[in-house]
């Protein structure tokens, strides 16, 4: 298992390295920051001076070399725009956006789970064609478009929840969250839903497909031929394999979906760090951006390690594996 | 004698897009307390789809058209779905091909045998627990509590053959049904779990169906044999009688296939052409396009008949044709 862990983290600082050229190199191609700081009226001098400020004027391998340098430091530069860290300009946004992306996996859980279980026991009864067309749509419509069409239908035309901003917010253990007010749930519900959408039809289409094999498999003959109940035969004996594949790629999709809040952050005006990446991009504040990255990258990669250990935790098959190993 | 099992003009037809697959089409045959049957047959005969009937655990887009199964004198085909569960596992229960497969992989191999004693009888954990430990030993499973907490993957392919031979005893059922329970065993496995099956139910009085496509397996292991083709019983009488004096075209083809000493060096004889397909059987008898001994009669279905202490469906018996 150690051997296991050590490798894989070898690899990981091989990916958050490369990663970091292709970030830095990529993000110092797009337009000029300089002209978004100076006042219009600025001369050359001023200019030249913001330049020099900003560390501009060295060679672009330079930069990178200092960038690294600050880096290995835990510095990812300052922000253009507010002179603080990046670093800590996006711990300061890490919350929201992780209790956003936290609430909408497990509304993807709990709300994809059943219904894929559902459609998967009984695939010819109406309710589950209802259930699979709907996951075609949440698959097929756009995250912004549903994301106005929730706002318009709960916010402005029944005016049961509020459709912007973070609300209350409380801290258990040690943790702010809005998930601890009630204020809060009713701000985050909207747009957690808004961003749970695409991973709850991912979650219906696993579980479903998932169920269907493992019906047909011959442990479920045997089962039944021993006179087990049909409710243990699903509860156990199917939703204990299925949950395998299911809980690896739902872990898999947490990742992604702190990818895709930036744009359920944008549209209900969620203090998370998609809001700040949008803005910090509209601004070119080029650290911003870089250290925004470089974050999303380490968290790919940690929750790709995690899942691979969950995965060994919950796979009676691959435990055995790696204790021979 | 008394009767566990009377099956009596069963058939289980499955309707299926390319037409009607008569899997099982009229099979009658009865099993005493404590005997043990072979059911033989090439693949695709309807071996396995007897068994699955037995147990009621036919499915879409199958079912049991016709015919009688009655056990211990109870009428249990298309049985209420709540009796035959409570008969599953518990008075008849089953043993499948590959324990690889049947087993659950993701379960230990103490909740899969305690789950077969919680599903019938209300008794503690511990009283499972101990039952089930005590059901290994009677398989000759070596350290029974080890295995217990071990999952299917950390057992031989013999040694989960085994559990799942214990798990069958587990409820000391009347019948047990062994669908192929040796075949994906290499042979000497294979001699020493038909031995400890034997052992059993001679201990136990448990009546079986032993299901296989090798005649050599039930030569020595059953006291009668049904020999299966196309959906049907061809031949049915004492093994001895029909291993001995084979009285239909078939078993006798399927007798000239297995390896025996005195014919060491001999070439094995192979049943001619090619396993019917069961969603065109010939009107007649279905074995006559691969059969020597064809004439015009068989262009009909034959008959039962009894001869020589035998049920065939022949019209033609190869009276001692085996013998030279
Ligand atoms: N679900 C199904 N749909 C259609 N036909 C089926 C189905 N299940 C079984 N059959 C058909 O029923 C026939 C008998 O199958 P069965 O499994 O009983 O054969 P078998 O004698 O057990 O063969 P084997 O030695 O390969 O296990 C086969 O021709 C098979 O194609
Ligand atoms: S009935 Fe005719 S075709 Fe069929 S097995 Fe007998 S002799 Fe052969
Ligand atoms: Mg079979």
Redesign the pocket.
């Known amino acids: 298992m150690s051997v296991f862990v050590i490798r894989r983290l070898m690899q990981a600082l091989l990916v958050v390295f490369l990663m970091s050229v292709i970030v830095f190199f990529g993000v110092n191609i797009v337009g000029d920051p300089v002209y978004m700081l100076v006042s219009p009226d600025a001369d050359q001098a001023d200019i030249e001076a913001a330049i020099r400020r900003l560390g501009l004027d060295r060679p672009i391998w330079d930069q990178y070399l200092l960038f690294l340098k600050g880096a290995a430091q835990g510095n990812l530069g300052d922000s253009f725009i507010f002179g603080e860290p990046a670093l800590k300009l996006i711990l300061h946004h890490m919350p929201a956006t992780l209790e956003l992306a936290f609430s909408a996996l497990m509304l993807a859980i709990v709300i994809g789970i059943p219904l894929g279980l559902f459609s998967g026991l009984y695939p010819d009864n109406p309710i589950s064609k209802g259930i699979m067309a709907g996951s075609i749509l949440g698959f097929s419509l756009p995250t912004f478009w549903v994301g106005l069409m929730l706002i318009l239908l709960f916010a402005v035309e029944l005016g049961w929840l509020p459709s912007t901003g973070r609300g209350d917010t409380a801290t258990i253990f040690g943790i702010e969250t809005s998930l601890a007010t009630w204020d809060g749930l009713r701000h985050i519900f909207l747009p957690a839903l808004n961003l749970a959408l695409l991973k709850i039809s991912l979650a219906i289409r696993l579980t479903r497909a998932g169920v269907r094999e493992a019906m047909s498999q011959d442990y479920v003959k045997y089962a039944r031929a021993k006179g087990i109940s049909t409710k243990r035969i699903i509860f156990v004996h199917v939703m204990k394999n299925i949950m395998i594949p299911v809980v690896t790629v739902m872990g898999l999709e947490f990742g992604s979906l702190i990818g895709f809040s930036v744009v359920t952050e944008t549209i209900f005006a969620w203090p998370g760090m998609g809001k700040l990446l949008i803005d910090a991009i509209l601004q070119l504040d080029r650290p911003v951006v870089v250290a925004y990255l470089m974050i999303m990258v380490l968290f790919f990669v940690v929750i790709n390690l995690v899942v691979d250990i969950l995965y060994s935790i919950l796979d009676p098959r691959v435990r055995l594996q790696d204790q021979g190993a | 004698m008394t009767a566990v099992l009377e099956v009596a003009g069963l058939k289980t037809h499955f309707f299926t897009h390319a037409g009607v697959v008569k899997a099982v089409d009229g099979v009658d045959f009865t099993v005493n307390k404590g005997e043990v049957m072979g059911l033989v047959g090439e693949s695709g005969s309807g071996k396995s789809i007897t068994g699955f009937s037995i147990l009621g655990l036919i499915d879409q887009p199958g079912r049991i058209v016709e015919g009688s199964i009655r056990f211990n004198g109870d009428e249990i085909a298309n049985a209420p779905e709540e009796t035959l569960k409570s008969i599953r596992g518990n008075r008849i229960s089953m043993i499948f091909q590959d324990p690889m497969m049947t087993l659950n992989p993701v379960l230990r191999i103490d909740s899969q045998m305690m789950e077969a004693i919680f599903a019938h009888e209300k008794v503690s954990k511990k009283v499972a627990w101990e039952r089930s430990r005590h059901a290994l030993g009677l398989v000759g499973i070596p350290s029974p509590e080890e295995r217990l907490k071990a999952y299917p993957h950390q057992l031989s392919g013999g040694m989960r053959q085994r559990v799942s031979i214990a798990i069958a005893f587990l409820n000391k059922p009347d019948l047990i049904i062994a669908d192929e329970p040796t075949t994906a065993l290499d042979v000497t496995i294979q001699a020493q779990i038909i031995h400890e099956a034997q052992k059993l139910t001679r201990q136990t009085g448990t009546a079986m169906i032993w299901i296989t496509h090798d005649l050599a397996v039930v030569a020595g292991l059953a006291d009668r044999i049904s020999v299966m083709y196309a959906g049907r019983i ?1 031949e049915q009488g004492l093994t001895d009688d029909v291993i001995d004096r084979p009285l ?3 078993t006798v083809g399927l007798l000239g296939s297995v390896p025996t000493a005195n014919k060491r060096g001999e070439r094995l004889f192979q049943i001619e052409g090619m396993t019917p397909n069961m969603l065109a059987l010939p009107e007649g ?1 279905a ?2 396009p691969r ?1 020597r ?3 015009a ?2 262009k009909a279905p ?1 008959p039962i008949t009894h001869i020589a202490n035998r049920d065939i ?4 018996p190869q009276a001692q044709a085996a013998a030279e």
């Open positions: 061809v239909h075209p078939y008898c074995f006559a059969c001994s064809a004439s009669a068989c034959p469906r022949c019209f033609n």
